[in-house]
């Protein structure tokens, strides 16, 4: 008689896995969670979750007031209380429980979000006006459902800011506890080409980052500039780009940024009874059946006959999306991940990993009042592994009806953000060179051959100096590398020049399967000035498959003085 | 239907219902984690130690305790030795807490050969002590246990080699509804702290200083090499 593994030698995998029964297919049974319940699609208005407000300054503490080890010891990163600059905005946030609704035929669910909201608010700062968010866990000790833990990190994605604000997975904090993050919100040795533009703020504690994000721990936090200002379309300065965007009051008095909209997208999984439901036995990475928009399934929103900005980050633990409009209308991208591009560039569709941001104008005013325009996923995925490819017609994940006009100032300038320190300028400064390579090893995932350990270092380099880094990935997966501290340019891919859309400085990048290799030109820093500072420390780079990098899929660098 | 036979059908069904005097259906509650992975994956599976006790899996091993979960056989030269090394030690790290706090369950993929016996034979030529179990059974049970527990691989060729499948420790914490898992080849010291952080309520986690310094400072920098200016220069690729 053959055994299964004869059958499997001889090449007839596909088949002889389907006859020797569905006890050995995980798909079988779990995807030991069965489908989500139906939902209509379009039904819910897309919330736009509310700006972080400042209050009042107050005493900072000593970093961390914290989980405290059998020892006595805190966390690896120890500082304050600190003196930050008079002009430093302050913000209290509170991590705790929250009913939430993800869609009007789901009960009510019990979400973990930044005070409560999923996502949590968002953070608007001005370059030059430094921020410190003292954030306090509030999590409830006793959950019963299960997904996630009362620990913390917060790593503010794409941000430059210290060792001990980095939100390094060792720097947690307990429930009851709180932590003073401190971001200077200044552009990498204040250089204009390094303003930032979208970040988001997630949580990262060690093991456990996966299930804390997907319970809602998550939001933006976008920087502007003199140049890509709050004022916006409305700006009367003569450096400002004047994109899409403007501040507008409220009723309530409160500020609400009107045409620059956030989108998270994420996916998830609701059991029988519409509860959120995880497989924490999933390692490959987890893939939700219901598409979320800013924490609502499939919703709806209504805009005007003008141009939009709107700021895509997948939030997703695992998936890859695809997105196109259901018009045929192309996009106009003008930032990725953290920065600017420096000229805009006009795509079909455009693909977005795990904790990647695309920037992209839709302009509205040639569709009729009335009309309905989706914003469609094409590109499907079935595993952790990889995605599976374009397919038509794809998933409508958001619907736009047009429902108005509206006046629109704003413009999309042909140059957004000049490149003034650019490969060109860095290369001289090169001499270390650096290959990574990404790789599926014994049920979990290597970086070298190795499994992320805490007090290994992986790489030394200097401050205010440049390095090439080649990213290699084998096996057939996919992972988006995300690399704390500093944004890179990509000299190539597979050989060949960047495609348009990586052609701008970038903080994550998918490598493996058909997307390939890499190789990144990694500037170092050299200063930081809100708070004086030479560059030096412990920085991680990882997988942001969150399942990967809680697998250890992850590395550090320690930049030196 | 047409849209108003629809609506009607909807109408008369209202109506049944209010006339049945059925009161309205309660609202759904959350689902209980614990039972939840207990139904959906943890099997109940028969199973025989190396001391020759019949168990089963879920009500014998695994229902009120933390667990280490590793799966392995005797013959195995891959991953496995290192794996059982790195379990031994952290046994010995653990003390007395084996057995109380945490118990091991080493599961093998070779249920043929590895009977109870030659089981026996391991686990005492590698001084496993109380508290760890090795464990053999049916194939099909070990094999359906292995997918639900998440030591497989999506690519059906390289799940057929079982030598895949020993380098991850699956731990649980039964009782809180907790799982997650760990390589079994990092630092022993870095597992005995994942089993810590399923032991422990969270407030009392290892983090921090106390988890980075509790192995020596160590640098590898694989995979780095100086390149030449001129190297570099090859490097800024250009649009043909």
Known sequence: MFTRRDILKAGLAGSAYGLLGPAFRRSAFGDSLPPSPATKPFVVELPIAPLAKSVAPFATRADPGNCVNVDGTTAFHVSGPRTVPTNTEFFLIHERAAPHSFHPSLPPNVIWGYDGMAPGPTFLARSGTPSLVRFVNDLPTNDPVGIGEPISAIHRHGGFQFPEDDGYPLDTFCAGQSRDYFYPNEADDLQEQNEHSTLWYHDHAIDITGMNVYRGLAGFFLNFDRVDSIAGELDTGAAALRLPGRMVTLPSGDQFRQFDVPLVFQDKRFDQNGFLAFDTFDHNGFLGDKFLVNGVVQPFLKVARRKYRFRCLNGSNARNYEFFLSNGQPFVAIATDSHLLEHPVTVKSFRIAPAERVEVIIDFTNTTLGQEIFLVNRLEQTDGRKPDGLVSPGTQILKFVVDRDADDPSRVPDTLRAVTEGPQQLLPKVTVQRTFDFERSDGAWVINGEFFDENRINAKPKRDGAEIWILKSGGGWVHPVHIHLTEFFILSRNGSPPPPLERGRKDTIVIGSDRGDVKILLPLPANFHAVPRPVAGRFVFHCHNIEHEDMRMMAQFEVQP | ?240
Request: aromatic content about 6%.
């Open chain 2, 1 to 240: 239907m047409t849209p108003v036979a629809t609506r009607l059908a909807g109408l008369l069904a209202l109506v049944a219902a209010g006339c049945s005097g059925r009161p309205p259906e309660p609202p759904p509650t959350p689902p209980n984690v614990v039972a939840t992975i207990r139904e959906q994956q943890l099997p109940n599976i028969e199973l025989v130690t190396h001391e020759g006790r019949r168990v089963r899996f879920y009500d014998d091993l695994v229902k009120g305790r933390v667990v280490a979960i590793n799966f392995m056989f005797a013959t195995c030269r891959n991953a496995c030795p290192e794996s059982t090394q790195h379990l031994v030690e952290v046994q010995h790290a653990l003390g007395d807490r084996m057995g109380r706090d945490v118990t091991f369950l080493s599961i093998s993929l070779d249920a043929e050969r590895d009977t109870p016996e030659v089981l026996r034979g391991y686990a005492e030529a590698h001084g496993a002590g109380p508290g760890w179990y090795f464990l053999t059974g049916k194939h099909d049970d070990i094999e359906l246990l292995r997918h639900k527990l998440g030591a497989y691989e999506l690519d059906p060729v390289i799940d057929a080699d079982r030598t895949q499948h020993t380098g991850l420790v699956i731990l649980g914490n039964e009782p809180a509804g907790r799982w997650k898992a760990i390589t079994a080849l990092g630092k022993p010291v870095r597992i005995r702290q994942a089993i810590e952080r399923t032991i422990l309520p969270v407030t009392e986690w290892p983090t921090g200083a106390a988890v980075v310094n509790e192995v020596p400072y160590e640098e590898n920098e694989r995979g780095k090499e100086v390149v030449t200016a001129d190297e570099v220069a090859k490097l800024l690729v250009r649009d043909p």
